[in-house]
């Protein structure tokens, strides 16, 4: 599911230069088509007809660059409403189902582990994440949610999601990485419906 | 709770030279003193009297070495009977409280979250660490348990743990970020409960 590259660029940020619209331009792509570990500043720098101590200028580093091009690899705007209206009781259900159907295909799962790896590197990059989770993910759902506490089960749902992420894809432990999808949804879509609806102690 | 340096050391690889010693030596006091993060390749060399090409040697990077000498921030043969035995209908309870404890202490937060860090960064690294998890905490815990799928539910526990470190420790949401220990615990409590004890669905 992965969004046209730069449809997000147009006035994101005021007064860039035609080089750094360049460097944005090349990292997508390069980045897309070759993963966060195998694209390099180099590369991306060449491409863009650039020094790459340009790019460290403008970006700082590879983890940064990501965080300034990734997007979510699915738009929030156009899943959540679904996920979230219906039927209340399986709402957890419906959020279980959906994160692991993203994490099953290689592409999405290679941007959220790559979101997640540029987190774990640098502060600055972890400052990016919070900032794009918290506008694009834990303010639309706590609002849908209208419960008490609502951004805090934002949080919650999420914790368990990004532990998924970091068991399941980044650290691979066994038999949770080799577990089916089903198997997988059925263990935790309480955990989340718990988080999202239920009083929380 | 941090352990005395170097005392799972003797023995834990054969044929090592004298100069792999003297730079694990250092690695563990620089990276126990300055953390993860301001520890450096050069500074660990110079101190074991070596050049840093001898330390890219023998640990390919810094993320390896960290890995090379890190231990959890707890002893997990001292600290799992006790909460595991007792009343299984508050393992859940007892599991979230120590997790908390244990995040609260800015020395094993640094350690835990550098972990995290080592393992997000490269894939050798995540697979030392999933060795040690899996011989550490995953195996004991799934003895203690007894139940069936034990492996899966200390997998699934570990899981929000880890997700817990890079929600409010990492990447920093908020409010889960600031929110206070017991608050968190009767939130988290519910879900290890769960994992460890329930059917999975």
Same mark, same amino acid.
């Given at each position: 599911? &992965? ?7 147009? !006035?994101?940020? @005021?007064?860039? +230069?035609?080089?750094? %619209? ?7 792509? *390069? ?5 966060? %570990? ?12 650039? %020094? &790459? ?27 959540? @409403? ?7 009781? +399986?709402? !957890?259900?419906? =959020?279980?189902?959906?994160?692991? +159907?993203?994490? %099953?295909? &290689? ?6 582990? !790559? ?7 640098? &502060? ?15 303010? @639309? ?9 609502? =951004? ?16 399941? *894809?980044?650290?691979?432990?066994? @038999? ?26």
């Amino acid at each position: 599911m &992965p969004r046209e590259a730069g449809a997000r660029r147009a !006035g994101r940020r @005021p007064g860039t +230069s035609g080089t750094r %619209d360049a460097i944005l331009l090349s990292a997508r792509r *390069h980045f897309a088509e070759l993963g966060y %570990d195998r694209a390099t500043l180099r590369a991306i720098a060449a491409e863009a007809g650039v %020094d &790459p101590a340009l790019v460290a200028h403008f970006f700082g580093s590879k983890q940064r660059l990501f965080l300034s091009v990734v997007e979510l690899p699915f738009e929030p705007a156009e899943v959540l @409403p679904g996920l979230l209206s219906g039927d209340r009781e +399986s709402v !957890g259900e419906r =959020m279980a189902r959906f994160a692991i +159907s993203v994490l %099953d295909d &290689p592409e999405a799962r290679a941007r959220v582990v !790559g979101m997640v790896r540029a987190a774990a590197s640098e &502060p600055e990059a972890a400052r990016m994440l919070r900032e794009l989770l918290t506008r694009s993910l834990f303010t @639309p759902i706590a609002e849908a949610l209208g419960e008490q506490d609502a =951004m805090l089960r934002a949080n919650l749902t999420g914790s368990q999601i990004v532990g998924l992420v970091m068991a399941r *894809h980044v650290v691979g432990v066994e @038999p949770l990485a080799s577990l089916e999808g089903d198997a997988l949804a059925a263990a935790i879509a309480p955990t989340l419906q718990r988080y999202l609806t239920a009083p929380l102690g």
